[in-house]
């Protein structure tokens, strides 16, 4: 993976982690926005602007590919490097996790 890639995305944003867990089936800009609002229980809600400079920034950096226009609806999805990322991120939550859960078993 390139340095560059790694040091933009590890750890990633809020905003890159939804849209890169969103786009493990293909979808659209307002569908993630949807998917996004439907899993938090509303608590996070991505803005157009945000949502779309990401798919921008993410598509140019091979993250996710742009697959299909259906309905003027560009549709993307998730490419092998953004999946690795997704992992990498998926492991650090984890083990941050896990520490946070050894602290409170701790008393700490």
């Not at 998926?90 to 520490?99: G, N, P």
Request: include cysteine.
């Amino acid at each position: 993976m390139d340095q560059h890639i790694k040091k933009v995305y590890v750890p990633m944003t809020e905003t890159a982690f939804f849209i890169l867990l969103c786009l493990r089936k293909p979808n659209h800009g307002y569908g993630i926005v949807q998917m996004v609002e439907k899993m938090t229980n509303g608590l996070v809600k991505l803005t157009p602007g945000t949502m779309y400079g990401s798919l921008s920034k993410m598509e140019k950096d091979k993250v996710i590919r742009f697959i299909l226009e259906e309905e003027k609806r560009k549709i993307y999805q998730i490419t092998d490097l953004g999946i690795e990322i997704l992992e990498i991120e998926l492991q650090r939550i984890r083990r941050l996790y896990k520490i946070a859960q050894g602290e409170m078993l701790n008393g700490n």
